[in-house]
Nanobody
Framework: QLQLVESGGGLVQPGGSLRLSCAAS????????IGWFRQAPGKEREGVSC????????NYAESVKGRFTISRDNAKNTVYLQMSSLKPEDTAIYYC??????????????????????WGQGTQVTVSS
């Protein structure tokens, strides 16, 4: 059973930090990329960041560059999203997703997460004073 489980969301003040985790299990492929996406109320789901299996290639949305950092620990089958300098507009449900057949050597933040095959249940991040 392929499964992704997110954790680490919560309520944080503007300027604060959170670290999200995405634990993967049940994958038979050893070459999947992981992406983080988010969806705020009334808005479309948008890509935040992604990372290849090796960790050698990452990608970030312009809105989070310099504030968010994605990383992975393959020994633990876990991908992390370190979020700093959080803003109220970062408030959303954050989802991790797996692209089981990614383009060679890169990961892509597709519109709405199209092409990502497996999804977690999401974790709520609320940035508010």
């Amino acid at each position: 059973q392929l499964q992704l489980v997110e954790s680490g969301g919560g309520l944080v003040q503007p300027g604060g930090s959170l670290r999200l985790s995405c634990a993967a299990s049940g994958f038979t492929s050893d070459n999947y990329a992981i992406g983080w996406f988010r969806q705020a109320p009334g808005k479309e789901r948008e890509g935040v960041s992604c990372i290849t299996r090796s960790g050698g290639s990452t990608n970030y949305a312009e809105s989070v560059k310099g504030r968010f950092t994605i990383s992975r620990d393959n020994a633990k089958n876990t991908v992390y999203l370190q979020m700093s300098s959080l803003k109220p507009e970062d408030t959303a449900i954050y989802y991790c997703a797996a692209d089981a057949v990614p383009p060679f050597g890169i990961c892509v933040l597709t519109k709405g997460g199209a092409g990502y095959d497996y999804w977690g249940q999401g974790t709520q991040v609320t940035v508010s004073s």
